[in-house]
């Protein structure tokens, strides 16, 4: 190890300092991945910001924030066919509410031992 060592003291390449590179436009970015700030962080932020949507709708609203994303998006309107238009709305069916009747006995009782409880499972109080 310690010959390792002497030869790169010897040819100065114990230390390699690197000049700060530059990008056409300037300095190049201080992040190691150019998604981290772009595409990837966007659709995390669109599928937050909209969770709970079912996933076919999801990977819809995916695709349509990557196309919006390119150097060259589609049109929308090329997207839009006949079907589209004016769609039935399907409404839910309504049901009445029950007439009030007697309890079904759903009430809270002190006697069915659902008062405070103390202690652990299967831990007696002697």
């Known amino acids: 190890m310690r010959g390792l060592f002497r030869?790169?003291?010897r040819h100065q390449n114990l230390f390699a300092w690197l000049?700060?590179?530059?990008?056409?436009t300037g300095p190049m970015p201080r992040t190691t991945s150019p998604l981290e700030g772009g595409p990837n962080k966007a659709i995390k932020e669109l599928l937050r910001t909209h969770r709970?949507?079912?996933?076919k709708h999801a990977r819809k609203a995916v695709d349509w924030l990557l196309n919006t994303l390119t150097e060259t998006?589609?049109?929308?309107?090329?997207l839009v066919r006949e079907e589209h238009w004016n769609q039935p709305?399907?409404?839910?069916?309504i049901t009445p509410a029950p007439e009030p009747g007697p309890s079904l006995g759903?009430?809270?009782?002190?006697?069915d031992g659902n008062g405070i409880q103390h202690g652990w499972a299967g831990h007696s109080h002697r």
């Open 106 to 111: 759903t009430s809270f009782s002190w006697e």
């Open 7 to 9: 030869g790169l003291i």
């Open 52 to 55: 709970g949507m079912p996933e």
């Open 19 to 24: 000049e700060l590179a530059t990008h056409a």
């Open 73 to 78: 998006p589609t049109d929308p309107w090329t």
């Open 89 to 93: 709305r399907t409404r839910p069916a």
